[in-house]
C-alpha cells in the first residue's frame, strides 16, 4: 500500500537558486519566479504580484538578513505543486528579523516622521501573496515562506 | 569612463525535466544583463545555455526522473563563465572528430548533434571539463 502511494505521488520540482548578497541581484530571482509561473499557467496580474513579493523579499534578506555582505548567500527555494507555487527565501542570518515586524502595519503618519521611509517590504508581501511565514532557516538565518495558489 | 564590475557567482539546480532549461536560460541572462553584458551577446548565451541544458537533461541524465542539472555561474576578470553539471548516467563528450554543419547537411552524418556546434559557434569557448567524477560538466564562457 505504502509503496503503491509513494509511486502514485508526483514529484515536487524544486529549483534552487543561490544568489550573491548584492543589491541587484534580486532580479535574477524575480526574473525566475517569473518564468516559473508563467510556465505553471499563472496569469499575468499573479506574476507581477510574485515578482514583486520576491523582490522584497530577496531586498530584505541583502540588506537586512546580510547585511550587504557580499560574501553571504541568499537562497531562493522554488517548488512547484500542481495547485500552487512555493517560494522560500532564506538568508545567512547576520541580523535576525524581529518578529513584532513581521505581524505590524505600518501607519503612514508614523513612516512621514521618519527619515527613513522603508518598512513597508513585509506589510507588501502579505498583501500580494496567498500565504506568508516567518521562520528560522535551517542553516539559522531568516527564512520568508510565501505561497500563491495556481487558479486555472 | 569605464564602468567596472565586481566579481560574482550564482547557482542554479533544476529538475531534469525538459522545459525546465527555460527557467535557467531567463535567470543566467539576467544574471548576465545585471553584469552588465550587451543584450545581443545575452541572446548567444539563452541559446548556447538552453542547448547545453537540454543536452545535460537528455544525453547526461538519459531523461531520469528525480535526477538535478546544476548550473554554476562565475564572473572574474571580464569573462562570464557557466558550467552546466549532470548527474552522469552517460558519458555523451564526443570521443571523435565530430562532423562539420556542412557535412551534416550535406548527408554525410546523422542531422542530430548540431547543438554542440552551434553552442560552438556562440560562445567564446565551449567544451567539455575533463575528468569530472559523477556526470558530465559542459563549461561555456562569454567575454566582455
Known amino acids: 500500500m505504502s509503496n503503491n502511494q509513494s509511486e502514485m505521488k508526483p514529484l515536487e520540482k524544486i529549483i534552487e537558486l543561490r544568489l550573491p548578497s548584492r543589491l541587484g541581484y534580486e532580479r535574477v530571482a524575480m526574473d525566475t519566479a517569473s518564468s516559473l509561473a508563467r510556465r505553471m499557467g499563472f496569469h499575468g496580474d499573479r506574476v507581477d504580484a510574485l515578482k514583486t513579493a520576491v523582490s522584497e523579499a530577496v531586498t530584505n534578506a541583502i540588506e537586512h538578513g546580510n547585511q550587504h555582505d557580499a560574501a553571504m548567500k541568499v537562497v531562493v527555494l522554488l517548488t512547484v505543486r500542481d495547485d500552487e507555487l512555493i517560494v522560500s527565501v532564506a538568508d545567512q542570518g547576520r541580523q535576525m528579523l524581529d518578529q513584532h515586524h513581521t505581524t505590524r502595519v505600518p501607519q503612514i503618519q508614523d513612516i512621514l516622521h521618519k527619515d527613513d521611509k522603508g518598512g513597508w517590504g513585509i506589510w507588501l508581501i502579505r498583501e500580494l501573496v496567498d500565504e506568508v511565514e516567518f521562520t528560522t532557516a535551517p542553516s539559522g538565518g531568516n527564512q520568508v515562506r510565501m505561497v500563491i495558489y495556481l487558479e486555472r | ?144
Open chain 2, 1 to 144: 569612463m569605464k564602468t567596472t564590475y565586481h566579481s560574482a557567482s550564482m547557482e542554479l539546480s533544476i529538475p531534469s525535466e525538459l522545459g525546465y532549461e527555460i527557467i535557467a536560460r531567463d535567470a543566467v541572462a539576467t544574471f548576465a544583463l545585471r553584469l552588465g553584458f550587451p543584450p545581443e551577446r545575452v541572446e548567444d548565451l539563452k541559446t548556447a545555455l538552453s542547448e547545453a541544458c537540454i543536452n545535460a537533461i537528455e544525453h547526461g541524465n538519459l531523461l531520469t526522473p528525480g535526477l538535478r542539472v546544476h548550473v554554476v555561474c562565475v564572473y572574474e576578470h571580464e569573462r562570464l563563465i557557466v558550467e552546466i553539471h549532470d548527474q552522469g548516467s552517460q558519458r555523451y563528450a564526443c570521443t571523435t572528430t565530430p562532423l562539420t554543419m556542412a557535412q551534416k547537411v550535406a548527408g554525410l552524418g546523422s542531422l542530430r548533434g548540431m547543438g554542440l556546434l552551434l553552442i560552438e559557434q556562440l560562445m567564446d569557448e565551449a567544451g567539455f571539463l575533463p575528468e569530472v567524477q559523477d556526470g558530465n560538466c559542459f563549461r561555456l564562457a562569454l567575454y566582455r
